[in-house]
């Protein structure tokens, strides 16, 4: 830092060369100055920590102090620290603040704040609050700075100080907070991902919010997601953004067993940059250089060991894949992978009851549906197939409010609780009975039922076949 005051400044030199230290007398001499004036500026160095003082006999010897400066100990700080002067003048400034503008020392010393940053907006604000710092307010507060097309979020505090000469003066610390805020922002984003993710009844709903969530923790330009076709086992491209149509058109699948694949099915995850590449197949290098990429990242998206998807992003930037970013988009890979186990799981169920209603509207025989809770008191038929309103001559409608007991008039409630514990434990019911047709007419029917799981509930699925005479008889001779 420097001194405001050349006489200080004289008699700290006079100290650095006589370092076994000097009388009050040899110091007045050297210096060619009253006895008293030299005393008072002594007293302030030594009060300062700069200088000092051992009695010797009669006599006081002053020498340097063996102390660090504080100036000596900006550069080992964690903030952007500068120093300004009562006339806004900049009198010091660290290797972090110098670096963080591209400057050199020399360059600032004696300037005007808005001198050297050239942001009309920030240096204006700035001046404003050196000038309440200057009046012996602290302040603190956040401030945003471009650089290299990049947000730099910091906590700005202005701490008034006082030089050696009685100036007033401010420290501003700049305290680099943009990770801080960016874990904010994505634990803001991931707990809103989560909630679009558990909600989301399809790969279209939830995908592309994943892609886009990696994306943004990455700080990456594009990317996408592959899912693997449990036919194949090939990964294929399901949604992308931001890449450009050539290089999607020579990366829609990745086949298996093919050098790509293999690389992602061996690594937990691929960050790397341009200086890596050469690890990649020659091919591969080829198309993101053509495609201007320069860092590239790789998670591939496992469940229980097996793998299920791949997020693939890449940036024409040169990324930074600092550990917490890392571990973020990895929890992000692990969270989708629970998503399309869920969709999958969706999707089979989906197609099983898609497969099963269709069986069901086209079979040749009659089916009946039967709620098993109440099939004691009630017997409510839940549903029939088209078969059942053929045959019976009964439609929909009609069968809703009919029960298993107006159709098989024979039957009791005795034996219907004897028929209920056998399917409770498994088994299923073979028998030959009677149907009352809407007409009246009965006609003898083979039934075999079992108990299933029918949107969560139990539920007696009887499968009806309708019986010839001759085959009536020769089930009862």
Not at 228 to 235: A, S
Request: glycine share 6%.
């Amino acid at each position: 830092m420097l001194d405001d005051n050349p006489e200080h400044a004289s008699i700290l030199n006079l100290l650095k060369d006589n370092p076994r230290g000097m009388s009050l007398k040899q110091i007045t001499d050297a210096m060619g100055m009253n006895r008293i004036t030299v005393a008072r500026y002594l007293d302030i160095l030594k009060t300062s920590g700069r200088v000092d003082m051992e009695p010797c006999g009669q006599a006081k010897v002053y020498y340097l102090a063996d102390r660090t400066p504080i100036s000596a100990m900006l550069d080992f700080t964690s903030s952007h620290i500068l120093i300004i002067n009562s006339r806004k003048k900049i009198i010091s400034a660290n290797l972090l603040f110098l670096n963080l503008f591209g400057l050199k020392e020399e360059e600032i010393l004696g300037q005007n704040i808005d001198e050297i940053i050239q942001n009309e907006d920030l240096s204006t604000r700035l001046l404003t609050k050196i000038s309440e710092a200057l009046s012996g307010v602290s302040i603190s507060e956040e401030i945003n700075v471009k650089k290299d097309g990049r947000q730099i979020c910091f906590r700005m505090k202005m701490i008034p100080t006082v030089f050696y000469s009685g100036q007033p003066g401010v420290a501003i610390l700049l305290e680099d907070i943009t990770a801080e805020k960016k874990m904010e922002e994505v634990m803001i984003l991931q707990k809103d991902l989560c909630w679009k993710l558990s909600s989301a009844g399809s790969f279209e709903e939830a995908l592309p919010h994943a892609v886009r969530t990696a994306i943004y923790i990455l700080e990456m330009d594009a990317g996408g997601i592959y899912l693997v076709n449990d036919n194949t086992g090939d990964l294929e491209l399901f949604f992308s953004e931001g890449l450009g149509k050539d290089f999607l058109t020579n990366y829609t699948t990745i086949k298996k067993d093919s050098a790509l694949y293999n690389i992602i099915l061996e690594k937990e995850s691929i960050f790397m940059n341009e200086k890596d590449f050469h690890t990649l197949p020659r091919d591969q290098r080829d198309d993101l250089k053509k495609e201007g990429i320069i860092s590239v990242a790789v998670i591939p998206i496992k469940y229980r060991g097996k793998i299920l998807a791949s997020f693939h992003m890449g940036s024409k930037k040169m990324s930074e894949f600092i550990p917490r970013t890392l571990r973020e988009t990895e929890s992000l890979a692990s969270l989708s992978a629970n998503v399309i186990t869920r969709l999958k799981a969706l999707d089979e169920l989906k197609n099983s009851e898609n497969h099963y209603r269709m069986l069901f509207k086209d079979a040749t025989d009659m089916i009946f549906l039967v709620r098993f809770d109440d099939i004691e008191k009630n017997g409510s038929i839940i549903e029939v197939n088209d078969m059942a309103c053929k045959r019976l001559g009964y439609d929909n409608e009609e069968f809703q409010v009919l029960t298993i007991y107006d159709l098989d008039t024979n039957l009791s409630k005795k034996e219907v609780t004897a028929q209920k514990d056998i399917l409770q434990k498994g088994g299923r019911i073979s028998a030959i009975r009677s149907l009352l047709c809407k007409n009246g007419d009965e006609i003898p029917v083979e039934l075999i039922s079992h108990l299933i799981i029918l949107d969560g509930s139990k539920t007696v699925f009887s499968l009806v076949k309708i019986l010839n005479k001759a085959d009536n008889e020769s089930e009862n001779p």
